[in-house]
């Protein structure tokens, strides 16, 4: 199973409202991502986190906001957003342990913000 | 800086009109390519790695091959479920970490006319 799963669907949210989105794989990778992705654009690195550590942030507004509560749940915690943020936020995940053999991402449905 | 281009921008095709899509890749040491496909308003689906030139995978009617320089996508006698974004990638080695992140080419639209 290549599951990776994300709620909600879809969010529209205010800018002076707090949200967070929700992701969960239960594939025992112990690498997860963040991906933003605007129409007709690919998807853009905003996260990794490596064994429920930070890894990388890719200089994102501190109005996005990671948390990793353990190896399977990864969540983006959203404050004060701007129209710009509108997009579909998509989860990965990937194997990220010692000595294997393959890199692959595999990627959630996705949730759809849009902010007002 | 890691840099994917992929070509055409957009393919149209007859359904059994056999065709390739094309990415071109620089990157600083390759750990490994990809190949997604998208449909719209859903995230990438995950369709082949490849890690080394020369090397080839096969997937119903999808054929990825790699060379040093770029990598192919194939598609055979296709249909029109076929119809979709597909997005190449590639990942630069990072050390001693087993993570990394993607660097994605604009991507290629494929449709596929009955």
């Known amino acids: 199973d290549t599951e990776v799963t994300q709620t909600p669907k879809h969010l529209v949210m205010g800018m002076t409202n707090k949200k967070s989105l929700k992701c969960e794989q239960h594939?025992?990778?112990?690498?997860m991502y963040w991906y933003k992705q605007k129409a007709k654009k690919p998807p853009e690195l905003m996260f990794v986190?490596?064994?429920?550590?930070?890894?990388i942030n890719e200089s994102v507004p501190s109005r996005f906001s990671p948390e990793c509560p353990n190896s399977s749940l990864l969540n983006l915690h959203l404050h004060a957003l701007q129209p710009e943020d509108s997009a579909l936020y998509l989860c990965?995940?990937?194997?990220?342990?010692?000595?294997?053999?393959?890199?692959?991402?595999?990627f959630g449905p996705g949730t759809r913000l849009t902010v007002t | 800086e890691d840099q994917v281009t992929q070509s055409p921008e957009a393919l149209r095709l007859q359904e059994g009109e056999s065709s390739s899509l094309n990415c071109s890749y620089t990157?600083?040491?390759?750990?490994?390519l990809f190949w997604y496909r998208q449909d719209p308003g859903k995230g990438p689906e995950f369709l082949f790695t490849?890690?080394?030139a020369g090397e080839e995978k096969e997937k119903e009617r999808l054929k990825a091959t790699l060379t040093k320089k770029e990598s192919f996508l194939h598609i055979t006698a296709p249909k029109p479920e076929d119809s979709a974004t597909y997005l190449c990638?590639?990942?630069?080695?990072?050390?001693?970490?087993?993570?990394?992140?993607?660097?994605f080419g604009q991507g290629t639209i494929l449709t596929v006319h009955p």
């Open positions: 990157v600083s040491g390759l750990r490994g």
């Open positions: 594939m025992g990778h112990r690498a």
């Open positions: 990638a590639v990942q630069a080695f990072a050390g001693g970490t087993s993570y990394g992140k993607l660097t």
């Open positions: 490849l890690y080394s």
């Open positions: 990965a995940s990937s194997p990220g342990q010692g000595g294997v053999i393959s890199y692959e991402q595999y």
């Open positions: 986190y490596s064994y429920e550590k930070l890894s």
